[in-house]
Each structure stands twice: as C-alpha cells, then as structure tokens.
C-alpha cells in the first residue's frame, strides 16, 4: 500500500469556512492538501454531531490523504491521528506535561477530564484511489467556558503558551505524515494509546436492544477494536462507540 501524504507547501489559510472538510473533498484539491481556518460555521463530529470550537485560538485543520487500496484496521487510522494530536499538544504545550492527558476511543483527545480535541475521518473513492480526509478541530487556548459544554476544556490556559497555533501546525503535519507511513508499514502503536487510554480499568456502561449493559474496558487490541470484560468474565469487542457509551467509575 502506498500513501499519498500532506505537502508542507499544498496549504491553504482561510479566515471563515462552512465546514473543511467538505470544502477538502473538491476535486480541485489534490491529495496531500490541507486547510487552516480562522472560524468554522459548519463543523461536524462523527454520527453527525456538530462540533463547536472555544476559545480565542481554535485549531480548525483538515487534511487530504490518498491510498491505492483501503485500510486492513480502519479503526487504527483514527487512533494513529489521535497519538500525532496527542504528541504534538505535549510537544508544543510543556504544561500539559504536569496534566492527565487520555486518548478517548476512537477520535478524542482529553485533558483534565474535559475534551480538548476531536478527530473526524470521512473516506471519498474513485476507481481504485482512496481519499481519506482527516478533520481535527482543537480548543487550544482559551479562559472561558459556556454552561452548555461543560465537558469541554481548553489545551491551555496559560498566557505564557498562547499564540502557539502556527508552532502547532507546524509540529503537526509531520506527526500525521508518521501516523499515515505507520500504518501503511504495519507499524504498531498500541502501547501508547493502551498507556493514555481514557476510562481504561473503569466499569464502562452502554444500552444494547434496549438493556444496559456494562463491563470493564481492558484497552485497544492491534486492530483498533475496544476490549472488555463482562463482570461474568465475557469479552467484548468495538469496533464503534454506542451513542450512551459512558464510565460509571
């Protein structure tokens, strides 16, 4: 398999857009182009969710990848993405050393307990070439937050680390290209997201044919499948998140 990564040189900076990553399907865009908005009136988050982003330095990036076959581990893509996001928010942010930052299965980034980044992958296929287009939406800094999104947080708050976004970008892009190349060689990454894992030990709860249902989450296998165990000692797979996923502690 061969990818067709992010260009440094193939970016495109817009002060407002609908959503980015509808504009990124456009076939006027190649792959290996990526976009860097100032504000987003139509951002979406999987299921159809829309994602709202804080704050007075929001990260609004979408980015235009292409294979030559489909993924054997799809799951995988999202979670490598979530392990360059979380890399590069360390990296960027000495702050968030000293805080508790946990990749949420399969495409969030929290820190604090609060969600800090969303990650949307859609896939668009022609003949036989893939394109993945990779959304990222991240609260990076800000003091602020609305009553309504009381679950979410900023990366920092720190006036000492504010008006990092461009040190981000710039720190990003080869982390993805990385993430990309590490699947595509069948490199594993496991042990990192298992070792940021949110809710990983805690007794996790979701409604199945109208019964709730719960079990311990153990971690992600080499798939990108969840794992857990049923209090009877059952396995149970993911390859999704249930709307009422949720930690009961």
């Known amino acids: 398999m061969s990818?067709?990564?992010?260009?440094?040189?193939k970016g495109i900076f817009l002060?407002?857009?609908?959503?980015?990553?509808?504009?990124?399907?456009?076939?006027?865009?190649?792959?290996?182009?990526?976009?860097?908005a100032d504000f987003q009136s139509s951002g979406r988050g999987r299921k159809g969710k829309t994602w709202s982003i804080l704050g007075?330095?929001?990260?609004?990036?979408?980015?235009?990848?292409?294979?030559?076959?489909?993924?054997?581990?799809?799951?995988?893509?999202?979670?490598?993405?979530?392990?360059?996001?979380?890399?590069?928010?360390?990296?960027?942010?000495?702050?968030?050393?000293?805080?508790?930052?946990?990749?949420?299965?399969?495409?969030?980034?929290y820190l604090n307990g609060k969600k800090v980044c969303g990650i949307l992958i859609e896939t668009e296929k022609e003949g036989e070439v893939w394109d993945w287009i990779l959304g990222i939406g991240a609260n990076l800094y800000g003091t602020e937050i609305p009553d309504y999104?009381?679950?979410?947080?900023?990366?920092?708050?720190?006036?000492?680390?504010k008006g990092r976004r461009a040190r981000f970008l710039e720190t990003l892009l080869p982390l993805l290209n990385?993430?990309?190349?590490?699947?595509s060689d069948g490199e594993k990454r496991i042990e990192f997201i298992n070792e940021k894992l949110l809710w990983k030990g805690e007794t996790i709860a979701w409604t199945e044919s109208g019964e709730q249902k719960t079990a311990t989450l153990l971690g992600v296998n080499e798939e990108g499948k969840l794992l857990a165990r049923t209090s009877v000692g059952n396995m149970v797979e993911f390859i999704d998140s249930p709307e009422d996923f949720r930690s009961l502690g």
């Open 149 to 161: 999104l009381s679950d979410a947080g900023f990366i920092t708050d720190d006036q000492n680390e």
């Open 3 to 9: 990818f067709q990564l992010l260009d440094p040189e």
């Open 56 to 109: 007075k330095e929001p990260f609004i990036f979408s980015g235009k990848f292409s294979s030559d076959s489909n993924l054997s581990s799809p799951g995988l893509f999202s979670l490598y993405v979530g392990v360059a996001v979380a890399k590069a928010i360390l990296s960027v942010y000495p702050s968030t050393s000293k805080k508790d930052l946990r990749i949420k299965w399969p495409n969030d980034i």
């Open 15 to 36: 002060s407002e857009a609908g959503s980015t990553n509808t504009i990124l399907k456009g076939k006027e865009f190649p792959p290996g182009s990526w976009i860097l």
């Open 178 to 183: 990385d993430a990309v190349l590490a699947i």
